[in-house]
Every structure is written in structure tokens, then in C-alpha cells.
């Protein structure tokens, strides 16, 4: 069973369609959730880390929430270029802290 | 240049030869990964090491082995390689004492045929 599940597992919006992105967990002690972007053929790229319940952090259209149970990747007014695959990972105490990642939402955004 | 490096980028490779993909580090980060990637599958752990003498299996290591050659430097080997490990491998580091994100590699697209 997945620890970390993303959802949906493909997305495509009109540029301007506002939309959320999910990632649940279902592990205890939890020491960090991060989201990274990937473009096809590329490396991930780090976007936020959030480390408690409450915590949201911002970067131009994107915005990551945190509950006790799941977090969210707001993008608001998307536009193509925000075009790629979002990954959600968790570090866990009682796993060291190495990141585990789900399996991605792949966004495609039509202008 | 690039923080975390891989080479090579791209390499076709036979089913039972050996292969080594390096990887080496300029973040001064203690922790190291190498992570496989396949379609609808996303990243999953191979082998990680926090420092030099501390080198861990992920959880598919199973056909493959690992190096850390230095604190910089950690490369993965695939002893005889196999059709089903053709995959994107992915090498990260991150700084085990601030717990904070990983930073990828480009990656290198492995073809065994």
C-alpha cells in the first residue's frame, strides 16, 4: 500500500482554470512534506516544504497547504508554462527522513 | 554547473553487461540517493548512503549495487544488466542534519536491450 497518493493522476485545465492538486499520507510522524516539479526528460525541482498542520507557503501562481492528513498545490490562473509533473514526497522520523515520494500529477494546461 | 551532476546522460546498454552510472555532488551534503523512475510509477529508492561508511539498500536494490567513493561522489552499478531496468535513474542529495529538500540530478535515460 502507498504511503503517499497523489491525485488526480492527470489534469488538464484552460489556461486561467483555477485548480488543486492532492496528496494524501498515511503515516505517522511526519517531519516534512515537499512538492517538487518535474519537466519531461528532467530532474525535479524543488517548490516548497511545509512542516506542520496550518502551514501554507506561496511562489507566484502556486500555493501548498498542509493538513494533518494531506496537502494540497493550489495553482491559481494557470498558464502553459506551468505545464509539467507536480510530485508530492514525505520524510518520516521513523525513516530517517528520506524523502518517499507518490507517483505524481501530470498537469497540462491548454491556452 | 550544475549542483548534483550524472553521467552519463543517455547510454543503450546489452542485457548481461555491466554498468556504471556516477554521480557527483557539489552542495556539501552528506546524504545520497539514487532513485529509478518508470511511468505511472514515480520515484522509487534504490540504495541511499548519509555519509561515506553508510550505505543502505532502498527498496527495489535487488540487481543493483552502490559506491560512495566520497563524501561527493556516489555511483551506482547494474552487475549484468537486464531489460526491466531500463528506466530514468535519478541521483539526490540533501543535508540529513537540517532535514530539508532533496536536490536531483538531471538523470540518465538507461536502455538495456
Known amino acids: 500500500e502507498d504511503q503517499v497518493t497523489q491525485s488526480p493522476e492527470a489534469l488538464r485545465l484552460q489556461e486561467g482554470e483555477s485548480s488543486s492538486l492532492n496528496c494524501s499520507y498515511t503515516v505517522s510522524g511526519l517531519r516534512g512534506l515537499f512538492w517538487y516539479r518535474q519537466d519531461p526528460g528532467k530532474g525535479p525541482e524543488f517548490l516548497f516544504t511545509l512542516y506542520s498542520a496550518g502551514e501554507e507557503k506561496e511562489k507566484e501562481r502556486l500555493k501548498a497547504t498542509l493538513t494533518k492528513k494531506e496537502s494540497f498545490l493550489h495553482i491559481t490562473a494557470p498558464k502553459p508554462e506551468d505545464s509539467a509533473t507536480y510530485l508530492c514526497?514525505?520524510?518520516?522520523?521513523?525513516?530517517?527522513?528520506?524523502?518517499?515520494f507518490g507517483r505524481g500529477t501530470s498537469l497540462i494546461v491548454h491556452p | 554547473d550544475a549542483d548534483v551532476t550524472q553521467t552519463p546522460r543517455n547510454r543503450i546498454t546489452k542485457t548481461g553487461k555491466r554498468i556504471m552510472l556516477e554521480c557527483s555532488q557539489t552542495?556539501?551534503?552528506?546524504?545520497m540517493y539514487w532513485y529509478r523512475q518508470d511511468p505511472g510509477l514515480g520515484l522509487r529508492l534504490i540504495y541511499y548512503?548519509?555519509?561515506?561508511?553508510?550505505?543502505n539498500k532502498g527498496e527495489i536494490s535487488d540487481g543493483y549495487s552502490v559506491s560512495r567513493q566520497a563524501q561527493a561522489k556516489f555511483s551506482l552499478s547494474l552487475e549484468s544488466a537486464i531489460p526491466n531496468q531500463t528506466a530514468l535513474y535519478f541521483c539526490?542529495?540533501?543535508?540529513?542534519?537540517?532535514?530539508?529538500?532533496?536536490?536531483f540530478g538531471q538523470g540518465t535515460r538507461l536502455t538495456v536491450v
Open positions: 514526497a514525505v520524510a518520516l522520523s521513523g525513516g530517517s527522513y528520506i524523502p518517499t
Open positions: 548512503s548519509f555519509d561515506v561508511k553508510d550505505i
Open positions: 552542495k556539501g551534503h552528506d546524504r
Open positions: 539526490a542529495t540533501s543535508d540529513g542534519d537540517r532535514n530539508t529538500e532533496a536536490f
